[in-house]
């Protein structure tokens, strides 16, 4: 089946990622589509991710936030879109704090709505390494080591919120963001490393909310819709939480062009609740 060789070639090819990452810290001279500095290890990931994703059988179509257009690689008709986000976090590389790899498999070709979205998943390089699929309802974690992957659990997003994330620099929040903040970090720990996968599976460990939200020098915010937001909605709706770009989830998104960003926000769905009152419509 398709989506589960296009986790088998993301599991196999982690390992290579994470040790190639040390003689790879400097940033490159590129932009990327989206305007980000790309560092060596950006364009590196995600050559070998293109490599590897196009030689599936049934994926039509590769995209990355490291390419601008999207690249025809199969011929089948019905085939699957494969988007990644090769390397989410590569600024923290050189701090040697945790990354990530996110790939959303959507069976429309993009642009396309979250709800074409038919798996996704993401590669956390902390002090281990694993890799985390939601698929037919369901989220596996898995532990990723050179020998292969090994099955950990079943992901379920705690009843009870603990940590709160979000990204931006607080005099760019809008009035009415910072005053949510306000009453979340009254119950929550902060926890934010600025690597959403990183923060991502804090939020689907212990519980809570990870957003990146519309600032008011950037009213979409920073998450690409399809590379990053749209993906973790998806896991983090599977494994029984919520997500929204401050009005509605996050799969229910069609947006118009490919590196197109969106307000982002995935957690308890009480907390994103609160969240959706407390933005304005
Ligand atoms: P990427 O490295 O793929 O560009 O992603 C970085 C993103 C995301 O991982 C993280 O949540 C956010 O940028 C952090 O942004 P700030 O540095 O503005 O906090
Ligand atoms: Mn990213
Ligand atoms: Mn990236």
Same mark, same amino acid.
């Given at each position: 089946?398709?989506?589960?060789?296009?986790?088998?070639?993301?599991?196999?090819?982690?390992?290579?990622?994470?040790?190639?990452?040390?003689?790879?810290?400097?940033?490159? @001279?590129?932009?990327?589509?989206?305007? &980000?500095?790309?560092?060596?290890?950006?364009?590196?990931?995600?050559?070998?991710?293109?490599?590897?994703?196009? @030689?599936? &059988?049934?994926?039509?179509?590769?995209?990355?936030?490291?390419?601008?257009?999207?690249?025809?690689?199969? &011929?089948?008709?019905?085939?699957?879109?494969?988007?990644?986000?090769?390397?989410?976090?590569?600024?923290?590389?050189?701090?040697?704090?945790?990354?990530?790899?996110?790939?959303?498999?959507?069976?429309?070709?993009?642009?396309?709505?979250?709800?074409?979205?038919? @798996?996704?998943?993401?590669?956390?390089?902390?002090?281990?390494?694993?890799?985390?699929?939601?698929?037919?309802?369901?989220?596996?974690?898995?532990?990723?080591?050179?020998?292969?992957?090994?099955?950990?659990?079943?992901?379920?997003?705690?009843?009870?919120?603990?940590?709160?994330?979000?990204?931006?620099?607080?005099?760019?929040?809008?009035?009415?963001?910072?005053?949510?903040?306000?009453?979340?970090?009254?119950?929550?720990?902060?926890?934010?490393?600025?690597?959403?996968?990183?923060?991502?599976?804090?939020?689907?460990?212990?519980?809570?909310?990870?957003?990146?939200?519309?600032?008011?020098?950037?009213?979409?915010?920073?998450?690409?819709?399809?590379?990053?937001?749209?993906?973790?909605?998806?896991?983090?709706?599977?494994?029984?939480? @919520?997500?929204?770009?401050?009005?509605?989830?996050?799969?229910?998104?069609?947006?118009?062009?490919?590196?197109?960003?969106?307000?982002?926000?995935?957690?308890? &769905?009480?907390?994103?609740?609160?969240?959706?009152?407390?933005?304005?419509?």
């Amino acid at each position: 089946m398709v989506v589960e060789r296009v986790f088998d070639v993301v599991a196999d090819v982690a390992p290579v990622i994470r040790s190639g990452l040390p003689e790879r810290r400097a940033k490159a @001279a590129s932009e990327n589509a989206t305007g &980000d500095t790309q560092l060596e290890a950006d364009v590196w990931a995600d050559d070998l991710l293109r490599e590897r994703l196009a @030689a599936v &059988d049934g994926v039509n179509w590769y995209a990355s936030e490291e390419r601008d257009a999207v690249e025809t690689v199969g &011929d089948a008709a019905d085939g699957y879109a494969v988007a990644v986000d090769p390397l989410d976090g590569s600024s923290n590389v050189q701090s040697n704090n945790p990354c990530g790899t996110v790939v959303g498999v959507y069976d429309e070709p993009l642009p396309a709505s979250g709800r074409e979205l038919v @798996a996704a998943g993401f590669v956390l390089y902390g002090p281990t390494t694993t890799m985390t699929v939601a698929r037919d309802g369901g989220v596996t974690e898995y532990l990723l080591t050179e020998e292969g992957r090994t099955d950990l659990r079943d992901v379920v997003l705690p009843e009870d919120p603990l940590v709160y994330g979000f990204g931006g620099r607080v005099p760019d929040w809008t009035p009415a963001f910072e005053s949510f903040v306000r009453d979340v970090e009254d119950d929550l720990k902060l926890r934010y490393g600025g690597a959403m996968i990183a923060d991502v599976n804090q939020v689907l460990t212990y519980g809570g909310v990870f957003g990146y939200p519309g600032l008011q020098s950037r009213p979409a915010g920073k998450l690409r819709a399809h590379f990053e937001s749209m993906p973790i909605a998806y896991v983090v709706e599977a494994a029984g939480g @919520a997500s929204s770009d401050g009005t509605q989830s996050l799969l229910d998104l069609s947006p118009s062009s490919l590196h197109e960003r969106t307000p982002t926000f995935v957690g308890n &769905d009480a907390v994103i609740g609160d969240l959706e009152a407390a933005l304005p419509d």
